[in-house]
């Protein structure tokens, strides 16, 4: 007889969802587009943020 080990699935989900830097970014880009409503405690910071150290244009 063969025992099969079925893993977990809260590893399973843990290992296939992006990280949470990801997640956390497509939120705010979300927000920003106007497809979400801002959560003001959550996108302003990063708004801050983003206007205080602009990307370099390449």
Same mark, same amino acid.
């Given at each position: @007889?063969? +025992? =099969? =080990? *079925? %893993?977990?699935?809260?590893? #399973?989900?843990?290992?296939? $969802? &992006? %990280?949470? /830097? /990801?997640? #956390?970014?497509? #939120?705010? =880009?979300? @927000?920003?587009?106007? /497809? #979400? &409503? ?5 996108? /302003? %910071? +990063? ?5 205080? $150290?602009?990307?370099?244009? *390449?």
């Amino acid at each position: @007889m063969k +025992i =099969h =080990h *079925r %893993p977990d699935y809260a590893q #399973l989900r843990k290992d296939a $969802y &992006p %990280p949470i /830097e /990801e997640q #956390l970014d497509a #939120l705010w =880009h979300a @927000m920003d587009r106007g /497809e #979400l &409503p801002k959560v003001e405690a959550f996108y /302003e %910071p +990063i708004r801050a943020v983003k206007v205080s $150290y602009p990307k370099s244009a *390449r």
